[in-house]
């Protein structure tokens, strides 16, 4: 729901999320040290999300991100 604490996801569900997106956008799932990454990335945004009381912005700021990462222009 829009209302859900994306600042308290569990890791798992993060790089669950992370992975079906970055398959959706560049037609490769994230992978390790990388997946980390950008799953700490998610983690910072989600908190700046909570506190500015727009949480569904948290999901949408990553695939913003992904969309413009090269891999996204050349898929």
């Known amino acids: 729901p829009p209302s859900a604490d994306v600042a308290a996801l569990d890791d798992a569900t993060v790089r669950k999320n992370l992975t079906y997106l970055s ?17 700490n990335t998610f983690k910072n945004i989600a ?24 891999r996204f222009i050349t898929y």
């Open 23 to 39: 398959t959706r956008f560049w037609g490769e799932p994230l992978a390790g040290d990388e997946l980390t990454t950008w799953a």
């Open 47 to 70: 908190v700046r999300a909570k506190a500015a009381k727009k949480p569904r912005e948290a999901w949408g700021s990553i695939c913003v991100a992904l969309m413009t990462d090269a």
